[in-house]
């Protein structure tokens, strides 16, 4: 007697693109793909908000741009550089350069100052600058944990080849057919860079219960159990329902999959603060007044 054993399939529930832009400071024109107040709080977590830099030419200049010191409390940043590179330094003594590749994996939590701005050398050079910036949330019981800081560097990220020259997937974090991705996360996530060659078919096998999105980056691709495409800077967003997700890419293909058991808490936040309940956010606010986020040590560059 012969059993087949194909994953129920996960229902795709909407292609969202948004022409929402706007710049953070003056180093990051960024799209705005999705945040939990447009998306709704459940929808994608544990992931806040996903910003897509550029990609953008910057002349070269003087003064490296980007975004000064500012506070974060609650959550994590999540940088994946493309094209560039940015430089970070936070109050707790993190800071690093990453370049296209590179992740850099930012633990808020309790609160940090830090500041995001273009390196020094693409300053100079000036070119094509892209990235993503990821907000991921914690957990209420690690919400006022300790900071912490990854640089997650390229080598680091191990690529997996796709059956049938379909292309290849880079684990940033979790786990995919056996390779583990060296960022240390504090719930189960799933975060993998996926390029696919024109006319190749993919199948994913992805945890049942755990949100599924797949954010396009370049080219477009056919969703399973959809007659949907999508396209250039849009989130395909599947149920949490079913394991398998079939993509065939129309053309080169790159995109970032989106992958994590949600968090099931109330999500309050406010500009750099995401937290449980609305006392807390006057907390913070009252916290970074009072120093309690510590300081920068004054610029050193490069
Ligand atoms: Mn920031």
Do not use: C
């Not at 529930?13 to 180093?27: E, F, I, K, M, Y």
């Amino acid at each position: 007697m012969q059993t087949t054993n194909t994953p129920a399939i996960k229902q795709l529930l909407q292609v969202h693109r948004t022409d929402s832009a706007h710049w953070v400071g003056d180093g990051f024109p960024v799209r705005s793909i999705f945040d939990y107040e447009n998306l709704g709080r459940e929808a994608l977590s544990p992931f806040l908000l996903m910003d897509y830099a550029g990609p953008a030419e910057f002349k070269p200049a003087a003064e490296p741009r980007g975004v000064g010191e500012h506070p974060h409390r609650g959550f994590e940043t999540v940088t994946l550089a493309y094209q560039g590179e940015v430089e970070h330094r936070d109050s707790n003594g993190g800071g690093g350069r990453i370049g296209p590749g590179d992740v850099q994996w930012m633990t808020a939590a309790s609160g940090v100052m830090h500041e995001e701005k273009h390196s020094r050398a693409f300053t100079e050079r000036g070119g094509v600058f892209e990235m993503i910036q990821l907000w991921v949330n914690l957990p209420a019981k690690d919400k006022m944990s300790a900071p912490g800081y990854q640089t997650l560097p390229a080598g680091r990220i191990p690529p997996v080849n796709l059956p049938d020259q379909a292309g290849q997937v880079r684990v940033v974090a979790g786990e995919y057919q056996g390779a583990r991705g060296p960022a240390h996360t504090f719930t189960p996530i799933n975060l993998w860079e996926i390029s696919l060659r024109a006319g190749a078919r993919a199948n994913f096998d992805l945890p049942e219960g755990h949100t599924a999105a797949f954010f396009v980056r370049r080219g477009r691709v056919e969703l399973s159990g959809s007659r949907d495409t999508a396209g250039e800077a849009s989130l395909a967003l599947f149920s949490r329902e079913g394991r398998r997700v079939t993509l065939t890419a129309r053309e080169d293909t790159a995109l970032l999959f989106l992958g994590g058991e949600p968090i099931a808490e109330p999500v309050v936040g406010q500009g750099p603060f995401v937290m449980n309940t609305a006392g807390e956010i006057r907390q913070a606010i009252m916290d970074v007044r009072a120093g309690r986020f510590g300081r920068l040590e004054p610029a050193a560059l490069s």
